[in-house]
């Protein structure tokens, strides 16, 4: 099984419409990083969050990271075609003893999401 | 400020050829990692490189695969000979130590 879930796995919603992509881990992330890539391209950074409860914001795109720092969502506020393309979280999941993991990135399988104009 | 580099974009090849991809990272980014994506995956880590010293190639195929870092700046990563599950997206990206990681646009690699 992934060590990173992301649900839903695929996403198709009318242009306006709000989203939320989920991910998580049963492990403790010391770094959560959002990405976008369209089909055949590289990842493009979004944000990065660190803090539990950490909320950051840019444009049209909302990331919260859980109190707990195994979960974070990415919510889209009144999505737009521009918005489609695959997300992925990616997360620094060193282990309890910490630094073996130090900048390695695990990554879910990603979302595939759709706008429909 | 350019972007990481990579070349080829794409690359269709036999099996058992062998086969090169070249990145070019961010300028002053002294880590560069090595990932492969496979379809409907996320990108696994492969190899990462901090200046020329590869500290983490744990993930790295070793008998088919190898890679470079001369001087500590350009990369290259090289497959010899290729199989058809090598088939894959091989992406590129740099940071500083320990930093957000910035990604190339990727070598699709196509075995046949």
């Known amino acids: 099984s992934q060590e990173l879930e992301q649900s839903p796995q695929s996403l198709i919603v009318q242009e306006g419409k709000n989203l939320t992509i989920n991910c998580t881990s049963s492990?403790?992330?010391?770094?959560l990083y959002w990405y976008k890539q369209k089909y055949g391209e590289g990842l493009i950074f979004l944000m990065m969050l660190q803090k539990g409860g950490e909320e950051k914001s840019h444009e049209k795109i909302t990331a919260k990271l859980d109190e707990k720092k195994q979960q974070s969502s990415l919510h889209i506020t009144a999505s737009q075609p521009s918005h489609a393309g695959i997300y992925l979280c990616g997360a620094d999941m060193r282990g309890n003893a910490g630094g073996t993991s130090y900048g390695k990135l695990t990554f879910g399988q990603g979302t595939i999401l759709t706008v429909h104009p | 400020e350019a972007g990481v580099v990579q070349s080829p974009r794409y690359k269709i090849i036999e099996k058992k050829q062998p086969v090169a991809f070249w990145c070019n990272p961010i300028s002053g980014h002294n880590t560069l990692y090595w990932y492969r994506q496979n379809l409907g995956q996320g990108p696994e880590l492969l190899i990462r490189y901090e200046n020329e010293e590869a500290v983490d190639d744990s993930q790295l195929p070793k008998d088919r695969f190898s890679a470079e870092r001369l001087k500590g700046v350009d990369s290259t990563l090289k497959i010899q000979p290729a199989e058809l599950g090598d088939s894959a997206v091989y992406l590129c990206a740099s940071s500083l130590v320990s930093d957000t990681q910035y990604f190339g646009p990727g070598t699709r690699l196509t075995v046949l």
């Open positions: 492990k403790t992330l010391y770094g």
